[in-house]
Antibody, heavy 118, light 106 residues
Framework: EVQLVESGGDLVQPGRSLRLSCTTS????????MSWCRQAPGKGLEWLGF??????????EYAASVKGRFTISRDDSKSIVYLQMNSLKTEDTAVYYCTRGEWLIDYWGQGTLVTVSS | DIQMTQSPSTLSASVGDRITITCRASQSISGRLAWFQQKPGQAPKLLIY???TLESGVPSRFSGSGSGTEFTLTISSLQPDDFATYYCQQYDSYSTFGQGTKVEIK
């Protein structure tokens, strides 16, 4: 069974940084691109970006809204994907989901809440 | 950026009804369209991809159709478990979601 478990969500002040982790199991992690999405309270879904597998050069793509502030990385030895978030803004407050896939997403974690507030 | 517009925003229906949700893209997306179901407090679940391909394990009462810029999700006979919010997602050029359609009990 595919499992994606996010961690690291917290209350953080504007301008600070936070790193989210996603621990995975139930599939061959190194074969898949991994991505992140988010959902602001009471709002819709937003795709943030992905990181390709080693076979595809571990390249990344990001949504314009987070490019330059957010960085996705992966550790294939631990089957973990990370989301480094810098210069956080109040509008980054959301539930952050770890997701499997590049452009098309087939599995989602349960999410971790990030609140950006002073 | 490709914009995705869903309609209606809210749909009131009864168990057994046939319902249709529409998703329009601001430009052609070559059939690269997925549908997700999300229940309160839960993560989204993939229902359909490539506009009409049913994900494994998804009941056959769900179906998708469309091409170019206009797509539909149909539930042929609404079941109690189907009351949820549905999102379309284009994955032709980067990725964007529609704003969601909440299916509620009439």
């Amino acid at each position: 069974e595919v499992q994606l478990v996010e961690s690291g969500g917290d209350l953080v002040q504007p301008g600070r940084s936070l790193r989210l982790s996603c621990t995975t199991s139930g599939f061959t992690f190194g074969d898949y691109a991994m991505s992140w999405c988010r959902q602001a309270p009471g709002k819709g879904l937003e795709w943030l970006g992905f990181i390709r597998s080693k076979a595809y050069g571990v390249t990344t793509e990001y949504a314009a809204s987070v490019k330059g502030r957010f960085t996705i990385s992966r550790d294939d030895s631990k089957s973990i994907v990370y989301l480094q978030m810098n210069s956080l803004k109040t509008e980054d407050t959301a539930v952050y989901y770890c997701t499997r896939g590049e452009w098309l997403i087939d599995y989602w974690g349960q999410g971790t809440l990030v609140t950006v507030s002073s | 950026d490709i914009q995705m517009t869903q309609s209606p925003s809210t749909l009131s229906a009864s168990v057994g009804d046939r319902i249709t949700i529409t998703c329009r893209a601001s430009q052609s997306i070559s059939g690269r369209l997925a549908w997700f179901q999300q229940k309160p407090g839960q993560a989204p679940k993939l229902l359909i991809y490539k506009a009409s391909t049913l994900e494994s394990g998804v009941p056959s009462r769900f179906s998708g159709s469309g091409s170019g810029t206009e797509f539909t999700l149909t539930i042929s006979s609404l079941q109690p478990d189907d009351f949820a919010t549905y999102y379309c997602q284009q994955y032709d050029s980067y990725s964007t979601f529609g704003q969601g359609t909440k299916v509620e009990i009439k």
